[in-house]
């Protein structure tokens, strides 16, 4: 069954540093996202991407975020200077319709800690 | 502003006891539901979805869930519970344009 995957599964890194979280969506996906969850708290959109270009994001996803789809299959998520706040669970999301009728798969996720 | 409120962070149950999650939902409009279950390991995969219509959706693993808009509630049921639907259950309300809203999420135990 297709997948969305996620690498790496967990990073650690030191404040101020740059970071990139990868996913590889289902092939015949269009629609891409980012979401996350600080431990304890609820899951939280960031952004949502399509044809290329952002179609939405929320407050979080401010100017150290951003994301690029480099090539075909890879979607990445990049933190410019980590804070300690970045700490968090990462989910990828992938469909191939847009929402809301489009179902959402999500990756396994990539646990940041930020030290 | 909108919201999704689950009130348990944790519920343990029997395997074979019936189980029920709550979910609330702040929305002025009807609300596009969700439950997705999070098993260790896996990403959070779809278990039900409500946009409209009968207000008791089926969904896999033997799932359902119950819109009641009195209520403004979503409550996740399973008449009899296995080992192996210990997870983490998060609701989820479609917000407009591509986000959605989740809830903290419940995790459940199962005793065998």
């Known amino acids: 069954e297709p997948e969305v995957t996620q690498t790496p599964s967990h990073q650690v890194t030191q404040m101020g540093q740059e970071v990139i979280l990868r996913c590889v969506p289902i092939?015949?996906?269009?629609?891409f996202y980012w979401y996350r969850q600080i431990l304890g708290q609820k899951v939280e959109f960031l952004v949502s991407f399509y044809n290329n270009e952002i179609s939405e994001k929320s407050e979080i996803f401010d100017d150290q975020f951003s994301v690029e789809r480099p090539d075909g299959s890879n979607f990445t998520l990049k933190i410019r200077s980590t804070k300690l706040e970045d700490s968090a669970m990462y989910f990828c999301?992938?469909?191939?319709?847009?929402?809301?009728?489009?179902?959402?798969?999500f990756g396994e996720g990539s646990r940041l800690t930020v030290l | 502003a909108q919201s999704v409120t689950q009130p348990d962070i944790h519920i343990t149950v029997s395997e074979g006891a019936s189980l029920e999650l709550r979910c609330n939902y702040s929305y002025g409009a009807t609300p596009y539901l969700f439950w997705y279950v999070q098993s260790p390991g896996q990403g959070l995969q779809l278990l039900l979805k409500?946009?409209?219509?009968?207000?008791l959706v089926q969904g896999i693993k033997g799932f359902e869930a119950e819109f009641k808009r009195s209520q403004s509630s979503f409550n996740l049921r399973k008449p009899s519970v296995h080992w192996s639907d210990a997870a983490e259950y998060f609701c989820a309300a479609y917000s407009g344009t591509y986000k959605y809203i989740f809830g903290t999420g419940t995790r459940l135990k199962v005793l065998a």
């Open positions: 999301a992938s469909s191939e319709r847009g929402q809301p009728t489009g179902e959402l798969f």
């Open positions: 092939s015949n996906h269009l629609y």
């Open positions: 409500y946009f409209s219509g009968d207000t």
